[in-house]
């Protein structure tokens, strides 16, 4: 079972983009869900993640303020609502689900994540 990411484009400088992720409800209902992201020559770095109730969220420094993940359970998705976008964002935006049950701390480490979705390219233009 895979998660499937998407929403990826190409956008200028302030632009908005959501990204989605499908993740299939029997498999990561329990789990807390993430999105990553890797620009070209560098690591994969986490952006945000929400807990497995979907109560919790947590951002890296570069997405406080713009960025907002959120999860429909019964829907069985992920979202990451993308503001205020930089051309430093872009990236292949990944999204990943915790090997953690029940999780629900603020340490998120992509060590933590054993599922992993194909990955959708975002790219801001100057």
């Known amino acids: 079972v895979q998660l499937q990411a998407s929403g990826g484009g190409l956008v200028q400088t302030g632009d908005s983009l959501r990204l989605s992720c499908a993740a299939p409800g029997r498999t990561f209902s329990n789990y807390a869900l993430a999105w990553f992201r890797q620009a070209p020559g560098r690591e994969r770095e986490f952006v945000a993640a929400?807990?497995?109730?979907?109560?919790?969220?947590y951002y890296s420094d570069s997405a406080k303020g713009r960025f907002t993940i959120s999860r429909v359970k019964g829907l069985h998705r992920v979202y990451l609502q993308m503001n205020a976008l930089r051309p430093e964002d872009t990236a292949v935006y990944y999204c990943?689900?915790?090997?953690?049950?029940?999780?629900?701390?603020?340490?998120?480490?992509?060590?933590?994540?054993?599922?992993w979705g194909q990955g959708t390219q975002v790219t801001v233009s100057s």
């Open positions: 990943a689900a915790d090997s953690r049950r029940y999780y629900s701390g603020s340490d998120y480490n992509r060590a933590d994540f054993g599922s």
């Open positions: 929400v807990d497995w109730r979907g109560i919790s969220s």
